[in-house]
C-alpha cells in the first residue's frame, strides 16, 4: 500500500468516527446525570467571545465531551472489568470485592483524640437535655463493613471495630444511655437479607434486630412488638447499589432488592409530614421501580435523608414524643420504633441549620432523644453529633 492511499484511509477512518460521534449526540441528546457516578454531567457549553479569549470554552467543551461521550457507562464498566480479569485487581477506589460477592467499603482508622471529640459532644448535650427533663439514648450501629470486617484482606484492612470500640467507653451513661447493638448484628451477621451485597446499607432485617434492643431499653416496661407483627417481603427491581456505584456492576456478581415490612392490624396509616409535602406511608414505593439499575432505591426507606420529618403514630404504645438525631442507617429502623411513640420528629443535621436545641425540644414537648448514627459516619461526618 502506497503512502497516499494510507494517508488518505486514515484520514477517511478519522472523519467516519469523528462524523459517527456527532450523529451519535445529534440522535441520543444529551444525558442530564450519570446515576453510576451520582453527579450532574457537564452540558454544552454557551458560545461567548469571552469564554474563548479566557479559554473557559474549550475546557467546558473538553468536559462536555468526555461525560457524554457515547456509552459512557459500559465503557467504564468495560475498563473495570479489564482491570479484574488482567490485572487481578480487587479493590477499586475504596471498595474490596470480596470472593462472596460482598462488595465492601473500607473504614479508615480514627484516633483517640477523634473519639474523645465526639463523645464530648455526645455527653454534653445529653447532659443539656437531662436539665429539660429529656431522656438521652445513643445507637452506634456498626456498618456493613464493621460487620464483615473480617472478609477483609490483610493487604486491605478496614478498621471500623478499632473506632466503635475506642468510642463506646467513652460515652458518660450519667447523661446518655448507650446502647449496644454491635453483638446482636455480629451474631447474626450470617442470616439472610441481613446487610446488601451492593451497597453500604443495611436492610430492614437487621434493623428490626437492632431496633428490639432500642426499643426494650427506650421504654422498659412497655409491649414489645414481635417480628409477626410485620410481614415481610423482598420487593422491587434488582439494583446495585452504593458500592457497585463505585466498581460498576461489572464487578457484583449479586444484584439486590429491598425488604419490606409492613406493620400489621394498623387502626390508620402513619402520616408523615415532610418539606409541604403529607403522606401515608413511611415507604416511598415508586423508589422500588424505578428502571435505572443504579438507583438508590435506599430511599424507599422514608424517602431520603431530609433535614427534617414529622410522624405520627396511629396506634402508640406511648404517649411520649420521640426526636431523633440520624443518618441514613436510621431510615430503615424509624419504622420499628415509630410504633412506640405517639409523635417522632426527626432531625438530619447535615441538612438541618440553625438549630435551636432548647426551643425545638419545647415546642414539640419532647420526652426521649435518640442519637442514631453508624460507626463511619459518627466519625467521618461531624455535622451529625455538632448539636449547637
Known amino acids: 500500500m502506497n503512502k497516499k492511499l494510507f494517508n ?13 460521534v456527532f450523529f451519535f449526540y445529534i440522535v441520543a441528546g444529551d444525558n442530564k446525570v450519570s446515576i453510576l457516578e451520582s453527579r450532574n454531567l457537564a452540558q454544552e457549553p454557551t458560545y461567548s467571545a469571552e469564554a474563548v479569549a479566557s479559554g473557559d470554552y474549550m475546557r467546558a467543551w473538553d468536559s ?46 480514627y484516633t483517640k483524640d477523634d ?7 455526645i455527653n454534653d448535650v445529653g447532659k443539656e437535655l437531662q436539665t429539660l ?19 477483609f484482606p490483610t493487604y486491605y484492612p478496614s478498621f471500623g471495630r478499632e473506632g466503635y470500640n475506642r468510642l463506646m467507653p467513652l460515652i458518660d451513661d450519667t447523661y446518655v444511655q448507650n446502647i449496644d ?18 451497597d453500604h446499607h443495611w436492610q430492614a432485617t437487621a434493623a428490626f434486630l437492632a431496633s428490639e434492643k432500642v426499643t426494650k431499653d427506650m421504654n422498659p416496661g412497655v409491649k414489645q412488638l414481635t417480628k409477626d407483627n410485620w410481614t415481610w417481603k423482598m420487593e422491587g427491581l434488582p439494583f446495585y447499589g452504593s458500592d457497585a456505584r463505585k466498581t460498576t456492576s461489572a464487578l457484583a456478581s449479586k444484584s439486590d432488592q429491598v425488604m419490606v415490612a409492613t406493620q400489621k392490624n394498623l387502626s390508620a ?37 431530609y433535614p ?12 411520649k414524643n420521640l426526636l431523633i438525631f440520624k443518618d441514613s442507617y436510621a431510615n430503615a429502623f424509624i419504622q420499628f420504633i415509630a410504633p412506640y411513640y405517639a409523635n417522632v420528629h426527626v432531625l438530619d443535621l447535615r441538612y438541618y441549620k440553625n438549630l435551636d436545641l432548647q426551643a425545638y425540644v419545647k415546642k414539640y414537648k419532647i420526652d426521649d432523644t435518640l442519637l442514631f448514627f453508624n460507626n463511619n459516619s459518627i466519625y467521618a461526618t461531624p455535622q451529625l453529633t455538632t448539636f449547637h
Open 181 to 198: 447493638v454491635s453483638q446482636i448484628l455480629y451474631k447474626s451477621k450470617e442470616k439472610p437479607n441481613m446487610f446488601y451485597y451492593t
Open 8 to 20: 488518505l484511509l486514515l484520514s477517511a477512518g478519522f472523519l467516519l468516527f469523528i462524523f459517527g
Open 115 to 121: 473519639a474523645q471529640k465526639i463523645a464530648k459532644r
Open 64 to 109: 462536555f465531551f468526555n461525560d457524554q461521550f457515547p456509552r459512557r457507562d459500559a465503557f467504564t464498566e468495560l475498563n473495570m472489568r479489564v482491570n479484574e480479569l488482567a490485572l487481578g485487581q480487587d479493590v477499586y477506589k475504596d471498595v474490596y470485592v470480596a470472593p462472596d460477592g460482598y462488595l465492601l467499603t473500607k473504614v479508615e482508622s
Open 269 to 305: 396509616p402513619y402520616k408523615l409530614d415532610v418539606i409541604q409535602e403529607q403522606r401515608d406511608s413511611l415507604y416511598v414505593m415508586s423508589r422500588l421501580t424505578d428502571p435505572a439499575v443504579y438507583a438508590n432505591r435506599y430511599t424507599a426507606y422514608i424517602g431520603t435523608d
Open 133 to 151: 427533663d429529656v431522656k438521652t439514648s445513643l445507637v452506634v450501629v456498626p456498618n456493613k463493613s464493621t460487620v464483615f470486617e473480617d472478609k
Open 308 to 319: 427534617e420529618l414529622h410522624i405520627t403514630s396511629p396506634d402508640p404504645l406511648t404517649k
